[in-house]
């Protein structure tokens, strides 16, 4: 059972760096693709990028430019760093596992809300 | 990008009732299509992959179909706990792409 948790600032200013960290327990880190992806009121889910442990990586053309997500296997987690941030990216952001479910998001972190304002 | 579009956006419905909820592509996803249920405070649960493979946990009620750009999940007989808001997603091609979701209430 894959369990992941988000942890990171509740707020950040803006054009500065936003910065998570997803903790994943509960199965092997190497068996997964981990994802990041945001949900706003206004534009709905949006897939961000994943990870492979192995350190293979693909970004959502519409943040690429600004995003980077990292590995870190003997931790056990991966990270998500979305630069230059605007309002526009205040939103919920999840971590979420890919494990073989037809390439769809099988497990999910709770949920981290991350507001952008001075 | 691929667009998914669901329709309808909402829908109002009874303990009981069947609910229909279709989701169009803008090209081919060969069945790479799954379904989320997300309710209130909560992360989205994967219901259905490649577009009718329901997860073990899901009841039976809930079931996926379609092919080619073209798809729907149906909820044969709407249970409480079934109110929620239900997206669509395409895994076949980056950017992976969602509806705009479908809230049933």
């Known amino acids: 059972q894959v369990q992941l948790q988000e942890s990171g600032p509740g707020v950040v200013k803006p054009s500065e760096t936003l910065s998570l960290i997803c903790s994943v327990s509960?199965?092997?880190?190497?068996?997964?693709?981990w994802n990041w992806i945001r949900q706003t009121p206004g534009k709905g889910l949006e897939w961000i990028g994943y990870?492979?442990?192995?350190?293979?990586?693909d970004y959502n053309p519409s943040l690429k430019g600004r995003v980077t997500i990292s590995v870190d296997p003997p931790r056990n987690q991966f990270s998500l760093k979305l630069s230059s941030v605007t309002a526009a990216d205040t939103a919920v952001y999840y971590c979420?596992?890919?494990?073989?479910?037809?390439?769809?998001?099988?497990?999910w972190g709770q949920g981290a809300l991350v507001t952008v304002s001075s | 990008d691929i667009q998914m579009t669901q329709s309808p956006s909402s829908v109002s419905a009874s303990v009981g009732d069947r609910v229909t909820i279709t989701c169009r592509a803008s090209?081919?996803?060969?069945?790479?299509i799954a379904w989320f249920q997300q309710k209130p405070g909560e992360a989205p649960k994967l219901l259905i992959y490649?577009?009718?493979t329901l997860l073990s946990a899901v009841p039976s009620r809930f079931s996926g179909s379609g092919s080619g750009t073209d798809y729907t999940l149906t909820i044969s007989s709407l249970q409480p706990e079934d109110f929620a808001t239900y997206y669509c997603?395409?895994?076949?091609?980056?950017?992976?792409?969602f509806g705009q979701g479908t809230k049933v209430e």
């Open positions: 979420a596992s890919v494990g073989g479910f037809g390439g769809s998001f099988d497990s």
């Open positions: 490649a577009a009718s």
């Open positions: 997603q395409q895994a076949h091609t980056f950017p992976y792409t």
């Open positions: 509960g199965v092997s880190f190497t068996s997964y693709y």
């Open positions: 990870i492979h442990h192995s350190g293979t990586s």
């Open positions: 090209q081919d996803v060969t069945g790479w």
